[in-house]
């Protein structure tokens, strides 16, 4: 990675670490109008799209930082799925699980100018087989929908060695006991070993900022983290820069 170390991914018996996420993968279209959204007018923007979904983005981190990465999802056979894919393979991960006929998902999200973004099961048998079972809540909203005692029941069958979360979400489910990592942004982050600051950076988009730092504390810790959140939110969609593609 331009301008950061990735670290030496191993487990403590020095095999190398492998990470295997489950969730989704999607395309991702960003958008990051040049000037202020005008009502019923054209407004100048700058457009990229690629692989996309939390599961996605930190299987990509994570491979990007040194260590192994399989992703298992179910993806469509429409071009958009085949795209996603196919650029999700770029940063080395192996993806595995049922293809269906018909599309996948497609997310659109347009950033603001203070680089801000708006966007439009739990596998608990595939968690029993794990060594290291890791939990990222990704919405309150969400955890308010199902209800926080049916969520929170659904979290401790999977008996997650670390939770990751931002402060709502983990308000969502305040009698949840585990060791916590809490994204906060532009401030930084509270992992079990403490409080991290942010990196001082330009923010030119947060879209996957937090998967990226999900990622660097799975591979390396705390700082490796931050560093990670740091190089994403510098970079345009979620996905780690081109220099950290590994072929």
Same mark, same amino acid.
């Given at each position: 990675?331009?301008?950061? !170390?990735? /670290? ?5 018996? #020095?095999? /190398?670490?492998?990470?295997?996420? $489950? ?20 407004? /100048? ?7 996309? #979904? ?40 192996? $993806? ?19 680089? !801000?973004?708006?966007?439009a099961q739990a596998a608990i048998e595939a968690a029993s087989l794990a060594r ?12 308010? $929908?199902v209800g926080p005692a049916r969520f929170a029941a659904r979290l401790a069958a999977? =008996?997650?060695?670390?939770? @990751?979360?931002? =402060?709502? =979400?983990?308000?969502?489910? /305040?009698? @949840?006991?585990?060791p916590w990592v809490i994204k906060l942004g532009a401030r930084g982050a509270r @992992? ?49 820069? =081109? ?5």
């Open positions: 990675m331009s301008g950061m !170390q990735s /670290p030496i991914a191993a487990t403590d018996k #020095g095999r /190398p670490l492998s990470i295997c996420t $489950i969730g989704d993968l999607i395309l991702d279209i960003i958008v990051l109008p040049n000037a202020p959204i005008a009502p019923d007018a054209d407004t /100048p923007a700058t457009i990229r799209l690629g692989a996309g #979904g939390q599961a996605a983005n930190v299987a990509a981190w994570t491979s990007a930082l040194g260590a192994r990465s399989r992703l298992i999802c179910k993806r469509g056979t429409d071009p958009a799925s085949r795209l996603a894919a196919t650029e999700l393979a770029r940063y080395g991960v192996e $993806i595995c699980g049922p293809v269906f006929e018909g599309r996948g998902g497609v997310v659109v999200s347009v950033s603001g100018a203070d680089g !801000q973004r708006t966007m290291r079972v890791t939990v990222d809540l990704a919405s309150a909203h969400d955890i308010e $929908i999977l =008996e997650p060695d670390v939770v @990751f979360a931002t =402060e709502a =979400e983990q308000a969502a489910v /305040p009698d @949840f006991d585990a @992992f079990p070993e403490g409080a991290y600051p942010a990196r001082s950076v330009v923010a030119v988009d947060t879209t996957g900022a937090g998967d990226a730092l999900a990622a660097g504390y799975l591979v390396g810790g705390p700082e490796c983290a931050i560093e990670a959140a740091a190089r994403a939110v510098g970079t345009i969609g979620a996905m780690p820069p =081109e220099a950290t593609i590994r072929m």
